[in-house]
């Protein structure tokens, strides 16, 4: 059909919206509200456009096209509209702009600035509002929130049911329901969805600023996987673009003294976990199926939903804890440092793993291995902050000792990813042809044995495959997305081993990864992730020869239970 937009003539679809049919012309029309995911609310209504013959404004987002529309996208009438609506919106939240993390990037921001909006005229009505914190990772600030209601929607798609609009017009706030059996899991997707930062992490970047100002300090930073092919988006590269060798310059120029890839400690999960598995597959009474405990949303959810299962979770440490393991032993003790001066701090596409570094369990000699946790956003913020060039950044490398890791290490920011990884190296460890070997010594088999286990990979909620380890067919599952873990609980007993990953996509959809995240989105980080594997020399974790360096280290100074195992109550 024939549409016309600011005197233009366009082709649109029937179903497609304004904005869709804009957005596919590359006409720029605002959105607060708006996320291609989620269910169209309207409420914002920034996105207002006027309609040739229409007595009222209507909203792109949510109004559909037809044949021989007239469409002005920023006549004066839209622009008076849309300043009053964003007065509105800033009566609705109270600008805390000097400390937020978004503030670089903040569209309600932008758009103050581009209609020279008087962001004081109205009082902020909602000055007094609470603040809910949940655990140390996520929060909702009722003083900053404009009632859209995403984060009610991500919250709801998840299955968790944490979030509720509570009251009416201008009583309405977003608030935890009241109900002893639901908690959150500190997933943070709620915040990912969020147009104006009311929902988000709770910061710890001025913790990390202060650490690295005390001289008397060495500040340690370390990247997870799915960092590298998000980043960069907040500094205008496509989704997926590997940015590894911007960031470890872009560390360094924060003052950072020494910057390491996570990778490595997902290579020392890997091993840690495909030992496990062999060592449960061979007990007729050890408990089955095996599932991964990675993903400390999903480690939080069996805690509270399915405290029947935390025997099946795998004792293997996550990533970060273990290369920050290796970092406040291994590495001090090589360095000739004292770990009590040693500040780790991890960025991570997660917002749970503020909590998880928290977590008694996991302390090394009564201290927490890792201190402070920054999402990807927060890094952002930070590079932002300091006006550093991300993009002309020269590429850097880790710091001495450790490695990137494995190319199955990458993975590990996808859903089925840690599957994946832990298949490559159980597989070659149980296979028929290996030599006796000694734990943490290097394998001798052919690097391109046991590379590939496509079935586990990409976005459908849940994959499954039956594969061979050491001769015997196991049946193993993926679980992509909390919400679908209720979609695998009646045929458990099939699976010998389970990956769940609470956020939709793995990490790489985390709830610390730059917005906008989307499917599409999603899709290309994906991509960006299986293209740093297939491009890594050393593909499975076990071929790491660093990595084995630092496994063998801790067996023989009987350090495993303290470094490489942890327990779930
Ligand atoms: S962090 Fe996750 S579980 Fe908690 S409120 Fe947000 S979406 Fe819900
Ligand atoms: S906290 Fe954010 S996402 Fe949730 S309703 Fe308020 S503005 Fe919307
Ligand atoms: S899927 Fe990844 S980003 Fe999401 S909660 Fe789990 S570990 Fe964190
Ligand atoms: S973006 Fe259309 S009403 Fe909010």
């Known amino acids: 059909m024939k549409v016309r937009i600011n005197g233009k003539n366009y082709t649109g679809q029937a179903g497609q919206t304004i904005l869709a049919v804009a957005e596919e012309n590359g006409l720029a029309i605002p959105t607060l509200c708006f996320h291609p995911d989620l269910a169209v609310r309207a409420s914002c209504r920034i996105c207002v456009v006027e309609v040739k013959n229409q007595d009222h404004l209507v909203t792109a987002c949510s109004t559909l096209v037809y044949e021989g529309m007239d469409i002005k996208t920023d006549s004066p009438r839209v622009q008076k509209a849309r300043e009053i609506n964003l007065e509105l919106l800033f009566a609705e939240h109270l600008e805390k702009c000097g400390d937020c993390t978004q503030k670089f990037s903040c569209e309600l921001l932008d758009l103050a600035r581009h209609y020279q909006v008087n962001v004081n005229r109205f009082l902020d009505r909602k000055g007094k509002r609470a603040t809910y914190r949940f655990a140390n990772a996520v929060e909702i600030d009722g003083t900053q929130c404009i ?29 935890p329901v009241k109900d002893s059996k639901v908690a959150c899991i ?26 690295l100002r005390d001289k008397n300090k060495i500040v340690v930073a370390q990247f997870a996987p799915a960092v590298r092919v998000a980043l960069g988006e907040e500094f205008g590269l496509p989704s997926g673009t590997n940015c590894e060798g911007q960031i470890y310059t872009a560390l360094q120029k924060l003052g950072f003294n020494y910057v390491f890839d996570i990778n490595f400690g997902a290579d020392i999960t ?16 050890a408990v089955l199926p095996m599932m991964t405990s990675c993903c400390p949303a999903w480690v939080a959810y069996a805690e509270v939903y ?15 804890i273990h290369s920050a393991g290796a970092i406040k032993s291994y590495w001090a003790s090589e360095n000739k440092m004292a770990a009590k001066n040693i500040v780790v701090v991890s960025i991570v596409p997660c917002t749970a793993k503020k909590y998880e570094a928290t977590r008694p369990e996991l302390k090394y000699n009564g201290r927490n291995l890792v201190d402070h946790v920054l999402t990807t956003r927060e890094l952002a913020f930070l590079i932002k902050k300091n006006k550093l060039n991300f993009v002309k950044l020269a590429k850097g490398q880790s710091s001495p000792l450790f490695n990137s890791g494995s190319g199955a290490a990458a993975i590990y920011g996808a859903s089925g990813g840690v599957m994946e990884s832990a298949l490559r190296t159980a ?17 001798n088999s052919s690097p391109q044995k046991f590379l590939e286990y496509q079935a586990v990979r990409g976005l459908a909620g849940f994959k499954e495959a039956t594969v061979t380890v050491g001769g015997r067919r ?6 992509n997305g909390i919400a679908n873990f209720k979609r695998l609980l009646p045929k458990l007993g099939k ?3 389970i990956e769940v990953m609470a956020c939709p996509g793995g990490c790489l959809g985390g709830g610390g990864q730059p917005q906008p995240t989307t499917e599409a989105i999603r899709a290309k980080r994906l991509a960006g992730l299986y293209s740093i594997d297939k491009q890594r020399s050393v593909r499975r974790a076990h071929d790491n020869s660093a990595m084995l360096t630092y496994y063998h280290w801790v067996k023989k100074n009987k350090l495993s239970s303290k470094l490489l195992y942890t327990k779930f109550s």
């Open 147 to 175: 009632d859209c209601q995403n984060c009610v929607e991500a919250c709801t798609k998840q299955g968790i049911n944490y979030l509720q609009v509570s009251g009416h017009g201008a009583n309405q706030e977003i608030k």
């Open 495 to 497: 699976y010998h081993y």
């Open 186 to 211: 500190y997933c943070g997707q709620c915040t990912t969805v969020c147009p104006v930062a009311a929902a988000q992490e709770q910061s710890t970047w001025p913790a990390v600023e202060k650490a």
């Open 474 to 479: 196991l049946k193993v599952g993926v679980v």
């Open 427 to 443: 597989a070659d460890l149980a296979a028929s042809d290996q030599p006796q070997r000694a734990p943490g010594q290097p394998i």
């Open 270 to 285: 890997t091993m840690s976990e495909a030992e496990e598995l062999l060592v449960r597959l061979n007990d007729k009474k």
């Open 306 to 320: 399915q405290p029947d299962l935390l025997a099946n979770l795998t004792t293997a440490r996550s990533p970060h």
